[in-house]
Structures are given as structure tokens and as C-alpha cells.
């Protein structure tokens, strides 16, 4: 059974950095891609980063590129998303995913619904 776990949400001040976590088990992320979405208060979903299962790398979202870095750890089957010069606007529930493939075909994707598997999310709220 698979299963997300996201962590290391939390109230961040404007301008300052967060990591967040998702653990994954039942898989194994040597064979499948990740991907980070958020969605803030009263908007739609949208898609952050995704990382393959090579550790290829990327970004979908213009107002991050330059903020944010995506990563794994393999040996710890978690996937990472360092969010740096926080900004009101990065306000939202921060969710990882995975489509069970190992590339991240779609992640950027609005209407992609091969993203099946999904964590509870970690709200993070940026302050100013």
C-alpha cells in the first residue's frame, strides 16, 4: 500500500525558508517520480516541482523558479522541497504525489489525473 506522508509545514515570516518532507512507503523511489503541488485558500491546485525516479528535475510554477529546490534521499525514501525568500503568496496546503512512473510527464498539468496517489497535505503560512 502506498503511502505519503508530508512534513515539516509551519508558520514561516516573510523572506524566510522552510524544508518540507514526504516520506514515502510502499514504493520505492529509485522507480518513481514525485511531485510537490499546493493549493492556496479559495484557488485551484496547482503542480510545484517533481523530481523522477533518476533525479531529473522540474519546476512548473514561474513565481518559485529560483526559490525553491526539489530533492531525494533513496536511501531514505523521501523526497524534499526547500523553499527559500518565502512570500505572502506561497501560502497554501503543500501536497506530494506520485502517478506510479517513474518520469514526471504531467505534473504540470492542471488536468492530468494520472496523480493518484496523494499524502494529507502540510499547510504552510507566511507571514509578514
Known amino acids: 500500500q502506498v503511502q505519503l506522508v508530508e512534513s515539516g509545514g509551519g508558520l514561516v515570516q516573510s523572506g524566510g525558508s522552510l524544508r518540507l518532507s514526504c516520506a514515502a512507503s510502499?514504493?520505492?523511489?529509485?522507480?518513481?517520480?514525485i511531485g510537490w503541488f499546493r493549493q492556496a485558500p479559495g484557488k485551484e491546485r496547482e503542480g510545484v516541482s517533481c523530481?523522477?525516479?533518476?533525479?531529473?528535475?522540474?519546476h512548473y510554477l514561474d513565481s518559485v523558479k529560483g526559490r525553491v529546490t526539489i530533492s531525494k534521499d533513496n536511501t531514505k525514501n523521501t523526497v524534499y522541497l526547500q523553499m527559500n525568500s518565502q512570500k505572502l503568496e506561497d501560502t497554501a496546503v503543500y501536497y506530494c504525489a506520485t502517478d506510479l512512473l517513474p518520469g514526471c510527464t504531467g505534473y504540470g498539468n492542471p488536468r492530468y489525473v494520472g496523480v493518484d496517489r496523494w499524502g494529507k497535505g502540510t499547510l504552510v503560512t507566511v507571514s509578514s
Open positions: 510502499g514504493i520505492s523511489l529509485d522507480r518513481y517520480a
Open positions: 523530481i523522477s525516479s533518476s533525479g531529473d528535475v522540474q
